[in-house]
Structures are given as structure tokens and as C-alpha cells.
């Protein structure tokens, strides 16, 4: 089992900066890959970035590649999302997620996990 709690929501104007923290209880943090989502009202629930069990790899969805970066402190158990040019459009509750898989196998969609956080509001204003 890994327990997962999101922080660092909040409100922020168009073009300002936040980050996200994602702290996991339980002992297969490090083993598995980690994610970010998002969901906005009415939409799905899509992927935003991931990042590899090892952070030897990472994944972000085209549409905050270049303005958001994933990053994870295996010894913290704590996985990151620092977003910044944030937008309007980038309003939504995020929510980190565990990947099912143990050191290796895919990341790059919401079948590939298995542990949710809670989730944490963003919302930019324009």
C-alpha cells in the first residue's frame, strides 16, 4: 500500500509560479513511478507529467512541456511538480498517483497507476 498526500495548491495569477509536493507513506515509493494528473470540471482526468521509479526518465504532456518540471527525493519519499508560465487553462485539481508497476514498466497513462492522492486545487486567474 502507499498513502499519498498532495500540497501546495492554491490561487495564482496568469503567468506566476507554484509547486506541487507529493508525500508517500509506505515502503515502495522509490521502487515505483510517480505522476501527476489533472481535472478540470467535466473533463477527464489526464496525465500532466511522470517520472521513472530511478528519475532517469520523465514524461510531460504537450501542453505544459517547456513550463513544468517533475521531480522526485526518493530519501524525502516526496515527489514534485514545479509548474510556472501557469495559465488559465491550467486550472484544475491535481492529483499525484503511484505507479502499479515495480522498478520499470510504462508510466504514461492512468491505467499504469494504482495509488491516488486526494488531490489539490490549482487555480490560475487571468
Known amino acids: 500500500q502507499v498513502q499519498l498526500v498532495e500540497s501546495g495548491g492554491g490561487l495564482v495569477q496568469a503567468g506566476g509560479s507554484l509547486r506541487l509536493s507529493c508525500a508517500a507513506s509506505g515502503g515502495t515509493f522509490r521502487l515505483r513511478a510517480m505522476g501527476w494528473f489533472r481535472q478540470a470540471p467535466g473533463r477527464e482526468r489526464d496525465i500532466v507529467a511522470a517520472i521513472n521509479w530511478n528519475a532517469a526518465d520523465t514524461y510531460y504532456a504537450n501542453s505544459v512541456k517547456g513550463r513544468f518540471t517533475i521531480s522526485r527525493d526518493n530519501a524525502k519519499n516526496t515527489v514534485y511538480l514545479q509548474m510556472g508560465s501557469l495559465i488559465p487553462e491550467d486550472t484544475a485539481v491535481y492529483y499525484c498517483?503511484?505507479?502499479?508497476?515495480?522498478?520499470?514498466?510504462?508510466?504514461?497513462?492512468?491505467?499504469?497507476?494504482?495509488?491516488w492522492g486526494q488531490g489539490t486545487q490549482v487555480t490560475v486567474s487571468s
Open positions: 498517483a503511484a505507479g502499479k508497476h515495480l522498478l520499470g514498466g510504462t508510466y504514461y497513462s492512468r491505467v499504469d497507476y494504482e495509488y
